[in-house]
């Protein structure tokens, strides 16, 4: 049974967050054309049983993400784009990632993937990050996805999960009003994809040495829209096709019971 009621949020989320990033200088842009938002007939709008769970990553031209636990490169465009598709919601990210980063997203909860929260909640250099002028700024929680009121998640929490696909299943429960992004890095990227409804790829117009790669996707998402194009990256919007294969079943069941009442 599709959930119309997240399709609209689906599509309100896309709209609003295009039509208020800040492009670049030079960039051609070009905005989303989804169905709600342009006004698509009611059965276009029985798009997603999926809540989104969106991937956002830069890749090179040779699919380099990272060498080193760092980004090998320097586009402040790309920062910019990042934060904010991001901000507001949930980041969900591997424990190296959050390492490379250095603190916290602010303004986002921040999930951190590692085997052994416990563990890395006792870590000294860890919890250096939270000491100083931190101090307070941040809450570091451990429970388990199971156990926790995603209602009750805030921009200054950094909750440390065991499970990257028990996290993004409880998610998909709670319904929250808020999306959750899958931001890295390769690892993550390898076992979150295939569960993620949307993708916003960067791609970088040059190839790079590096040891942390964007996996293969192509085969199973399919490019909806290129919201942003600047001389040294362009961005790419794909949708999973189980996403789209979920439309077209929704569509045809929506079909016949319009059929039916006829
Ligand atoms: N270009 C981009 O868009 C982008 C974005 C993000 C990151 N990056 C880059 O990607 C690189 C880091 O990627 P990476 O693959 O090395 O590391 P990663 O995915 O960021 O983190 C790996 C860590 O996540 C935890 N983890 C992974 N799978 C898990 C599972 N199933 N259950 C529990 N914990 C799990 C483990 O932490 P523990 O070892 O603590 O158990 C593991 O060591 C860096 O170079 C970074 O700069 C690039």
């Known amino acids: 049974m599709v959930d119309s009621r997240l399709f609209c949020h689906h599509a309100r989320f896309h709209a609003?967050?295009?039509?208020?990033?800040?492009f670049p200088r030079h960039p051609r842009v070009?905005?989303?054309?989804?169905?709600l938002a342009t006004g698509g007939s009611q059965l276009s709008t029985?798009?997603?049983?999926?809540?989104?769970?969106?991937?956002?990553?830069?890749?090179?031209?040779?699919?380099?993400?990272?060498?080193?636990?760092k980004i090998p490169w320097h586009l402040p465009e790309d920062f910019k784009w990042f934060k904010k598709l991001t901000t507001g919601s949930l980041v969900l990210m591997g424990r190296k990632t959050f390492e490379s980063l250095g603190r916290p997203l602010p303004n986002r909860t921040n999930i951190v993937v590692t085997r052994d929260p416990e563990h890395l909640a006792r870590d000294?250099?860890?919890m250096a990050i939270f000491s100083g002028p931190n101090e307070g700024r941040w809450q570091v929680r451990t429970e388990s996805p199971s156990q926790t009121d995603f209602a009750s998640l805030t921009d200054r929490d950094v909750w440390l999960v065991r499970d990257p696909r028990e996290l993004a299943e409880a998610?998909?429960?709670?319904?929250?009003?808020?999306?959750?992004?899958?931001?890295?890095?390769a690892q993550i990227y390898a076992q979150l994809l295939d569960r993620c409804t949307d993708l916003y790829l960067s791609v970088v117009q040059r190839e790079v040495e590096g040891d942390a790669h964007f996996p293969a996707f192509e085969e199973t998402w399919s490019l909806h829209d290129t919201p942003l194009t600047t001389p040294d990256f362009i961005v790419h919007h794909y949708r999973n096709k189980r996403d789209a294969s979920a439309t077209s079943q929704a569509s045809r069941q929506g079909a016949a019971e319009a059929g039916e009442t006829k």
């Not at 967050?17 to 800040?22: K, N």
């Not at 029985?46 to 636990?69: E, K, W, Y």
């Not at 998610?171 to 890095?185: H, Q, S």
């Open 16 to 22: 609003r967050r295009l039509s208020t990033i800040d």
């Open 30 to 35: 070009l905005l989303p054309t989804h169905g």
């Open 46 to 69: 029985l798009n997603s049983q999926l809540l989104p769970v969106i991937a956002v990553a830069a890749m090179s031209l040779n699919r380099v993400i990272g060498r080193d636990n």
């Open 124 to 126: 000294p250099r860890f």
């Open 171 to 185: 998610f998909e429960k709670a319904r929250l009003p808020r999306e959750l992004f899958v931001i890295g890095g």
